[in-house]
């Protein structure tokens, strides 16, 4: 039986465990990847391990969230991490030097090559035939000093493409095709394998937009073969040597199949409040907008602005429109100036916003009160723009751009006075890796790492308990994101400082969460979290984990846990369990006492596990569906503490 794309690079990285879905493997890891937001309390993490040096093939930390520096904290995170890079072999990619995601496509993105992230948009690698892979900082960190990464086998689903899109159709419109198709839950432990004759006619950039949103669907990563398509790219990118061929064997097997004919994709949106919330275009057509901010990790390749800079020459955006534009690299940047393609930007009314993640986390152009923001980024989470009354929209770059234009959207199909403009790739793209520092990767042990005062220390875990004593601290309903657990825009200031940043957990559901906890904690009383489906959906935040984790909680109990977060919650020794009937999730309230005798020996899985609502006078069946390994880093209260 031939393998499928999946299949060739994970059984040459397999370390331990058989590729048989459902089970429990450990793969190598070949690059790492972190940002600010994330990589402070990764690196803080690594150095406790005591390693010497990163031992993974390559590093890069990112500088592009946290780069609206209002007060002292941002600059420390940023003097420590470019310290920390410098002292243990890694890349350090500045600010202004772009989005990880689009940075690491362009110069460092490899085929057949593992990359595992602590951004849950890591999957953007996909797009050239990577194994690419988010996830939280503690595991980035391990990777990074030569340990494997352990994940559950997936099921591999085909999505085969075939056609060609039409004018004003665009990879943005295929992903949420996708997530229209399979919704963003119910998806974990899966990989989605992008294939078919319609490869042929998506460039790159336009992959990596579909893998990158891959991650909203909650599957493990997506990738697409390594074709002539993915050579033609490198080349241009002046890294033709590393390419090499990737594809599926004629007669691999996939776990499901879905056939998608892309000149049959319309022009979509994903809207309020879930990118799985899909429409056609065509029937907001008229919706007055008051914002449209077009970049992130999803749409800021040189491609996507060439295209909005054309549909833009000559023309003036609305007067009632604010209107934004961020490309996702320096690169790209360059070559809209050089090309004269980012005055024709500014000329319209653009504003110029940093090469950053921005206003994608919230933490910069939050929509007025009541607004319609359209964007071209990957999440619209409720509140995630930093105005909770907002509608924020997901769109492709040509779509936004036409509503910057009139004022309102637009059906891209019925315009008859603007005509589509289609862009080609660069035969060359313009190569300038002089504000990387320290890509020679050579540890040095000389240089001091720089602590500024907001820079922490990493909590340590307790040895889980003979016996569960709590209180349900919280009861929340479904979809409950990592947004919602723990705030990103302004307090992401505070994630190197986690006493500092656990004073916001939950933050935007109850604020009186995080003072109830303490309180609960320091009687000597478990929190545990009640929770529906899609616990921990969104980011790979691990802070949701371990602010939670320093605020005394020990349990989560939820109708389905997300992928990232069940792993970040058994990294931090917060014990996962979902309801084995999902109806017993009305049996809890809010301020229920909630005990386990043989909580331990329950973690342990000699037991079954009854949970005993000693408010209510019931008991409720739990389940904890985990591998042993796992079993052993809870008993231990956490990944350092099994690893120390």
Same mark, same amino acid.
């Given at each position: 039986?031939?393998?499928?794309?999946?299949?060739?690079?994970?059984?040459?990285? /397999?370390?331990?465990?058989? /590729?048989? !879905?459902?089970?429990?493997?450990?793969?190598?890891?070949?690059?790492?990847?972190?940002?600010?937001?994330?990589?402070?309390?990764?690196?803080?993490?690594?150095? #406790?391990?005591?390693?010497?040096?990163?031992?993974?093939?390559?590093?890069?930390?990112?500088?592009?969230?946290?780069? +609206?520096?209002?007060?002292?904290?941002?600059?420390?995170?940023?003097?420590?991490?470019?310290?920390?890079? !410098?002292? *243990?072999? @890694?890349?350090? #990619?500045?600010?202004?030097?772009?989005?990880?995601?689009?940075?690491?496509?362009?110069?460092?993105?490899?085929?057949?090559?593992?990359?595992?992230?602590?951004?849950?948009?890591?999957? $953007?690698?996909?797009?050239?035939?990577?194994? !690419?892979?988010? !996830?939280?900082?503690?595991?980035? @960190?391990?990777?990074?000093?030569? &340990?494997?990464?352990?994940?559950?086998?997936?099921? +591999?689903?085909?999505?085969?493409?075939? &056609?060609?899109?039409?004018?004003?159709?665009?990879?943005?419109?295929?992903?949420?095709?996708?997530?229209?198709?399979?919704?963003?839950?119910?998806?974990? &432990?899966?990989?989605?394998?992008?294939?078919?004759?319609?490869?042929?006619?998506?460039?790159?950039?336009?992959?990596?937009?579909?893998?990158?949103?891959?991650?909203?669907?909650?599957?493990? $990563?997506?990738?697409?073969?390594?074709?002539?398509? $993915?050579?033609?790219?490198?080349?241009?990118?002046?890294?033709?040597?590393?390419?090499?061929?990737?594809?599926?064997?004629?007669?691999?097997?996939?776990?499901?199949?879905?056939?998608? =004919?892309?000149?049959?994709?319309?022009?979509?949106?994903?809207?309020?409040?879930?990118?799985?919330?899909? +429409?056609?275009?065509?029937?907001?057509?008229?919706?007055?907008? =008051?914002?449209?901010?077009?970049?992130?990790?999803?749409?800021?390749? *040189?491609?996507?602005?060439?295209?909005?800079?054309?549909?833009?020459?000559?023309?003036?955006?609305?007067?009632?429109?604010?209107?934004?534009? @961020?490309?996702?690299?320096?690169?790209?940047?360059?070559?809209?100036?050089?090309?004269?393609?980012?005055?024709?930007?500014?000329?319209?009314?653009?504003?110029?916003?940093?090469?950053?993640?921005?206003?994608?986390?919230?933490?910069?152009?939050?929509? &007025?009160?009541?607004?319609?923001s359209l964007r071209t980024s990957n999440r619209n989470f409720e509140g995630r723009s930093g105005t909770p009354s907002a509608d924020v929209y997901l769109v492709s770059p040509a779509t936004a751009a036409l509503a910057a234009l009139r004022g309102c959207f637009v059906d891209p199909e019925g315009v008859i006075d603007i005509k589509y403009p289609k862009v080609k790739m660069p035969k060359t793209f313009k190569i300038d890796d002089s504000h990387f520092i320290g890509l020679s990767r050579e540890a040095n042990s000389d240089v001091e790492v720089v602590r500024g005062p907001n820079i922490g220390v990493v909590p340590a875990g307790e040895e889980c308990a003979e016996a569960l004593n709590g209180i349900s601290a919280i009861k929340v309903g479904d979809k409950i994101t990592t947004d919602h657990i723990m705030p990103a825009g302004a307090r992401l200031k505070y994630r190197s400082n986690i006493a500092k940043y656990a004073e916001f957990v939950f933050e935007g559901v109850d604020p009186e969460f995080p003072g109830r906890a303490a309180l609960n904690r320091d009687a000597g009383i478990a929190n545990v979290i009640v929770a529906g489906e899609s616990y921990g959906q969104g980011s790979s935040r691990e802070h949701a984990a371990l602010c939670p984790m320093f605020l005394g909680v020990k349990v989560v109990i939820a109708k389905s846990i997300e992928r990232i977060h069940m792993a970040n919650l058994i990294n931090f020794g917060i014990v996962p369990f979902m309801f084995a009937d999902q109806s017993d999730y009305e049996k809890i309230d809010q301020g229920d006492i909630l005990k386990i005798k043989g909580f331990r020996s329950a973690v342990m899985g000699n037991d079954s596990v009854v949970l005993r609502n000693e408010t209510k006078g019931v008991d409720i069946a739990l389940v904890l569906n985990i591998s042993d390994r796992q079993r052993e880093i809870l008993l231990a209260g956490g990944l350092l503490m099994y690893n120390g």
């Open positions: 039986m031939g393998m499928n794309v999946v299949e060739k690079i994970l059984s040459e990285h /397999l370390i331990s465990g058989n /590729l048989v !879905a459902g089970e429990e493997v450990a793969i190598r890891i070949d690059q790492a990847l972190t940002q600010d937001a994330t990589g402070t309390m990764a690196y803080l993490q690594f150095e #406790s391990m005591g390693i010497e040096k990163v031992k993974c093939e390559l590093a890069v930390s990112y500088i592009d969230h946290n780069t +609206v520096q209002v007060g002292f904290e941002n600059a420390d995170d940023h003097a420590y991490l470019r310290s920390a890079a !410098a002292r *243990y072999g @890694a890349v350090f #990619s500045p600010p202004g030097n772009g989005i990880c995601h689009q940075v690491h496509l362009e110069r460092f993105g490899v085929p057949g090559k593992t990359l595992l992230g602590s951004d849950s948009h890591t999957p $953007t690698g996909g797009g050239v035939g990577m194994i !690419a892979i988010g !996830a939280g900082g503690i595991d980035v @960190a391990v990777a990074m000093g030569g &340990g494997a990464f352990y994940l559950t086998a997936p099921k +591999v689903i085909k999505v085969e493409l075939t &056609g060609e899109l039409r004018p004003w159709v665009s990879a943005k419109d295929v992903i949420l095709k996708v997530l229209e198709i399979f919704g963003t839950k119910g998806n974990v &432990g899966c990989i989605i394998e992008y294939g078919g004759d319609g490869l042929k006619n998506l460039e790159v950039p336009e992959r990596a937009t579909i893998t990158n949103m891959g991650a909203e669907l909650g599957v493990t $990563t997506s990738v697409f073969p390594s074709d002539d398509v $993915t050579k033609k790219f490198l080349a241009a990118q002046e890294r033709g040597g590393v390419w090499h061929e990737i594809v599926a064997d004629e007669d691999a097997e996939y776990a499901q199949v879905v056939k998608i =004919d892309l000149s049959e994709v319309m022009p979509m949106a994903a809207a309020p409040h879930s990118p799985g919330n899909v +429409v056609p275009i065509i029937s907001l057509a008229g919706k007055k907008v =008051d914002q449209v901010l077009i970049g992130s990790c999803t749409n800021s390749s *040189y491609v996507d602005l060439k295209t909005v800079a054309k549909l833009l020459k000559g023309k003036v955006v609305h007067p009632d429109v604010s209107f934004g534009i @961020a490309p996702g690299s320096r690169q790209v940047l360059n070559m809209l100036a050089e090309e004269g393609y980012l005055s024709d930007l500014l000329s319209s009314g653009a504003r110029l916003l940093e090469s950053a993640c921005g206003f994608c986390i919230g933490n910069s152009q939050s929509p &007025g009160t009541n607004a319609v």
